[in-house]
């Protein structure tokens, strides 16, 4: 098991920027691939970025050049720096960690909500 917190939304006008953390505890050392994703009200939850334990990074064609997402995985936190800020990226922003072995399992965090508006 997996536990997910994270922490860091807001309101921030157009241009501004926030970071998001998220930490996890539990069975940590298991963690292959620590991601953030977001959902907006009437949609579906998408993908935002993600950092594997080897620092391999991939972010959402949106995001890139405007995020940039950041962990340690011997703590297991992982952070999204978000800059340039859209209304288009106001949303709840979700922690997910993802274990592949011995067999897939993701866990989410609670969520956190980013309210981008003048």
């Known amino acids: 098991q997996v536990h997910l917190v994270e922490s860091g939304g807001g309101k921030v006008q157009p241009g501004g920027s926030l970071k998001l953390s998220c930490v996890a505890s539990?069975?940590?050392?298991?963690?292959?691939?620590m991601t953030w994703y977001r959902q907006s009200p009437g949609k579906q939850r998408e993908f935002v970025a993600a950092?594997?334990?080897?620092?391999?990074?991939q972010y959402h064609d949106d995001v890139k050049g405007r995020f940039a997402i950041s962990g340690d995985y011997a703590k297991i936190t992982v952070d999204l720096q978000m800059n340039s800020l859209k209304s288009e990226d106001t949303a709840v922003y979700y922690c997910?960690?993802?274990?592949?072995?011995?067999?897939?399992?993701?866990?989410w965090g609670q969520g956190t909500p980013v309210t981008v508006s003048s």
């Open positions: 997910n960690a993802i274990i592949m072995s011995p067999s897939v399992a993701g866990y």
């Open positions: 539990g069975s940590i050392d298991s963690i292959d691939i």
């Open positions: 950092i594997r334990r080897d620092g391999g990074t």
